[in-house]
C-alpha cells in the first residue's frame, strides 16, 4: 500500500509539471522582443484577500476548538 501511495504521489507531482494555464508569450526569456504585461486585475484586492483570510482562519479555529473534535 505504501508503493501505491508513493507512486500516486509522484504521478500527481509529474502531472503538475505538464499542467500549464498559459501559453508562452513572446519575450518570456526566449530571446524576441515583447512587452511585459501590466498588474494582474487581483493586484488591487491583495489586502482584502489577505485580510479575509486571516478573519477566516481565525473564524474556524475557534468554531472547530469550541467543538473539541
Known amino acids: ?3 501505491l501511495n508513493k507512486l500516486v504521489y509522484a504521478f500527481f507531482l509529474f502531472a ?4 500549464n494555464a498559459q501559453p508562452p508569450r513572446p519575450g518570456d526569456g526566449d530571446g524576441g522582443g515583447g ?9 488591487m484586492y491583495i489586502y482584502a484577500l489577505a485580510i479575509a483570510a486571516v478573519l ?7 468554531k472547530y476548538k469550541s467543538q473539541k473534535i
Open 56 to 62: 477566516f482562519i481565525v473564524f474556524f479555529t475557534k
Open 35 to 43: 512587452t511585459t504585461p501590466g498588474a494582474a486585475p487581483i493586484d
Open 16 to 19: 503538475v509539471f505538464l499542467v
Open 1 to 3: 500500500m505504501k508503493t
